[in-house]
Nanobody
Framework: VQLVESGEGSVQAGGSLRLSCAAS????????MGWFRQAPGKEREGVAG???????STAESVEGRFTISRDNAENTLYLQVNSLKPDDGAMYYC?????????????????????????WGLGTQVTVS
């Protein structure tokens, strides 16, 4: 298993959680990484991305509330989620792959196409009431 998410929880609106994604060294190194979420009946959406240099981006819907970061010493990706709203409830997934830059919660190739992240975790559930 190359990506393992943790940090699931059930919180009240306004609460916070810290999601983690532990990666194998091969998966983590020199890769862009991102957090995605999918709620029942909805399409998967990009939440935040970070490139191999540490430049970050977040989706407009979570701007100012969610923060993506990575710990290169621990090969771990994080997502700090604050001021949670009921609409934030979803399964959250981390993913990794090559990219050139990240913007608006997604990461992109040199031709400005959404990067194809080939490695995905199994997800961690966030419930907001």
């Amino acid at each position: 298993v190359q990506l393992v998410e943790s940090g699931e929880g059930s919180v009240q609106a306004g609460g916070s959680l810290r999601l983690s994604c532990a990666a194998s060294e091969y998966t983590y190194r020199s890769k862009c990484m991102g957090w995605f979420r999918q709620a029942p009946g909805k399409e998967r959406e990009g939440v935040a991305g970070i490139d191999s240099e540490g430049s970050t981006s977040t989706a407009e819907s979570v701007e100012g509330r969610f923060t993506i970061s990575r710990d290169n010493a621990e090969n771990t990706l994080y997502l700090q989620v604050n001021s949670l709203k009921p609409d934030d409830g979803a399964m959250y997934y981390c993913a990794a792959g090559p990219c050139v830059y990240c913007s608006g919660g997604y990461c992109y190739t040199a031709s400005d196409e959404i990067a194809n992240f080939g490695v995905w975790g199994l997800g961690t559930q966030v419930t907001v009431s």
